[in-house]
């Protein structure tokens, strides 16, 4: 053999070497994420596959089946290395002991300080972190810009109060009996959560109790916004067949461009933007009682390592990763999806639709309810934030309404 053969040869040996040796020192980690937030992870997963050696295995949950599935998978031993589900359910696993304490690597990435304080917040139990925010979003309002131009209001001035949506709403019905000023699913406990109680907390309220001893519903807030709605529904301003709606019209009454304002969700931008791209309409805070007061619902997903995980170690880099810049920008933004961190709403891919910056800053402002039973107190079609909301609306007795809820929802969070 000549020397160039065998030099050719130890070259080959050495590649091959060198790549049986990366292909035994990675790994691949398992990972949960609930059904509905599926698209987000896979953007995030993805990228992280593309730029890493170590790779991840993402398992769809349907959301119902999440909170039972990682509940029995932790007793049984039989977790996934990491798992993302909806940002409400932190307290009942915190506090169940299904995840891992997460506070040094947290305090120690410098990326965390940034991050929205509503997802420090949440996934804080006991003066300990257990999580981060993943794949957000975030409650904001919309306008028609058209209608307001043609109802002689300022069509790049949104509304700055709880009552200059009512004053605005009534210009607008104004236009036609067909037009309407405001919307709402008046039979969703989710979206009303979503998008009316940001209001109520911008205002100055506190909402639901973290246990059977602590205020719920205080403030004057609760009560203007009821208020407001009320008289909204009273007067026409809202559509009829927004009293029974249990969230199947949250998104497509806007669409139709006649209605004037909502609340809704940031992943309605992308519909907009795809179904009716000349639907002319604006993003902004939703407001409280004062002018400057405003508030969001922050939701969307956290990740978090269940007690188990057999990568911890590798998890753990995965979720200091996913605070970086390039996951929260390639990752998210590139993809039109929301950072957790706010200080990244000014960027590149959001630079040609300011709409989608004033919804990335949203959720710098925002809160989330730090509570156990969040289904029970709220989400359920019985729970007493629904009910709350139809008896103060529909019937009209606000006080009574409040009342009834804070006692019904402090009676729950002491169970």
Not at 66 to 72: D, E, I, N, S
Not at 240 to 268: P, R, V
Not at 285 to 306: C, H, M, N, R, T
Not at 370 to 397: E, T
Request: proline residues 5%; glycine residues 10%; aromatic residues 10%.
């Amino acid at each position: 053999m000549t020397l160039g053969r065998t030099c050719g040869a130890v070259a080959a040996m050495l590649v091959a070497s060198s790549a049986f040796a990366t292909a035994a020192l990675s790994d691949t980690m398992t990972m949960w994420v609930r059904a509905s937030g599926v698209n987000a992870a896979t953007h995030m997963v993805d990228l992280w596959n593309a730029t890493h050696p170590d790779k991840i295995e993402l398992t769809t949950i349907p959301d119902n089946q999440m909170v039972t599935k990682l509940a029995t998978g932790v007793q049984a031993g039989e977790v996934p290395d990491l798992v993302s589900f909806d940002l409400i359910y932190m307290p009942d696993f915190m506090k169940a002991g299904f995840l891992t304490d997460l506070t040094d690597d947290l305090k120690a990435n410098p990326n965390y300080a940034s991050v929205a304080q509503a997802y420090k917040d949440i996934a804080t139990y006991e003066g300990k972190i257990y999580g981060a925010g993943f794949t957000p979003d975030v409650s904001i309002l919309v306008w028609n810009k058209d209608l307001f131009k043609k109802a002689g209001l300022d069509p790049d001035k949104p509304p700055q109060t709880i009552g200059e949506i009512h004053e605005d709403a009534k210009k607008i019905h104004a236009l036609g009996p067909d037009i309407y000023g405001f919307y709402f699913s008046g039979s969703c406990p989710g979206c009303n959560i979503f998008t009316a109680s940001p209001m109520m907390v911008a205002a100055g309220s506190k909402m639901l109790p973290a246990n059977g001893d602590d205020d719920a519903l205080t403030g004057e807030g609760v009560k203007d916004v009821l208020e407001a709605y009320k008289e909204m529904w009273s007067e026409g301003l809202v559509p009829k067949s927004a009293q029974t709606d249990n969230g199947a019209n949250f998104t497509s009454e806007f669409k139709t461009g006649k209605i004037g304002i909502q609340g809704t969700g940031g992943f309605l931008l992308s519909d907009l933007k795809k179904e009716v791209p000349d639907l002319n309409f604006g993003v902004a805070f939703l407001p409280g009682a004062k002018e400057g007061q405003v508030s969001s619902f922050v939701g969307g997903d956290v990740v978090a390592i269940p007690k188990g995980s057999k990568h911890e170690a590798l998890a753990r880099k995965f979720i200091a990763w996913e605070l970086s810049d390039e996951a929260q920008l390639e990752g998210l933004a590139k993809n039109n999806i929301v950072p957790s961190r706010p200080a990244l709403a000014d960027n590149k891919y959001f630079a040609a639709d300011p709409r989608v910056v004033v919804t990335a800053k949203a959720i710098g402002v925002g809160y989330v309810p730090w509570v156990y039973h969040f289904a029970d107190m709220v989400n359920s079609d019985s729970s007493p934030w629904i009910n709350m909301f139809q008896r103060a609306i529909f019937d009209g007795d606000v006080d009574g309404a409040i009342s009834e809820g804070r006692s019904k929802m402090k009676e729950i969070a002491g169970e």
